[in-house]
């Protein structure tokens, strides 16, 4: 009351209406910095970088395993320039060098194969290097022209490298069974009559 005079003013009760607002205003104004500071430090961390890359080596491994085992003797230029696009290094130049082979082999066959990507996973990846391995299980569709068509389930190791247009497959090859080594080979396996790519 002493102040009052002072002032010449009556003491008045504090606004509780203006005191909420100032300490909503405040708390929002920390959880701003605090959800700031969250994204910079997601967005910049090296173990969400590392789940990208392997993601990316993943859908592109997928696709590329379920290219190379695809092919149909009406388009066979088309799927082996598919099977080109999907790899690099000595699988790739296997291919250019065997092209004619395989095309010739899947005519005569006169088959259609079809691939589904039923499961897969990164087994290995080293970003450093850009290097890394895959395991896809498929469902592979062979059908030949007399329409009796024929369907298994196969695993394929993939190995990966990444290049200046994503990752490609280097080699492929049939994932072991049991207790066996993997049959990975730079080269996909020929075309048999009767059983497509």
């Not at 969400?48 to 066979?76: F, K, P």
Request: charged residues 15%; hydrophobic residues 40%; aromatic residues 4%.
């Amino acid at each position: 009351m002493a102040l009052a005079g002072i002032t010449g003013r009556p003491s008045r009760p504090a606004d509780p209406l203006r005191a909420t607002a100032l300490t909503l205003l405040a708390v929002a104004a920390l959880c701003a910095v605090w959800f700031g500071r969250s994204w910079y430090g997601a967005a910049n961390d090296d173990a969400l970088a590392y789940s990208q890359t392997r993601e990316e080596a993943l859908r592109a491994g997928e696709q590329a395993v379920q290219n190379m085992n695809t092919l149909d003797h009406r388009n066979v230029d088309g799927g082996l320039k598919v099977w080109l696009d999907s790899s690099t290094g000595e699988l790739h130049q296997q291919i250019t060098a065997s092209r004619a082979q395989f095309a010739q082999q899947v005519q005569r066959a006169r088959t259609i194969t079809t691939a589904k990507v039923l499961e897969s996973a990164v087994t290995e990846l080293d970003v450093r290097t850009g290097k890394a391995a895959v395991m896809v299980a498929l469902q592979i569709t062979v059908t030949p022209t007399d329409g009796k068509t024929n369907t298994k389930q196969s695993r394929m190791l993939g190995q990966l490298t990444q290049t200046g247009e994503g990752w490609k497959l280097s080699a492929l090859g049939q994932a072991p069974v049991g207790g066996s080594a993997p049959q990975t080979s730079p080269t996909p396996p020929a075309p048999q009559p009767g059983q497509g790519s």
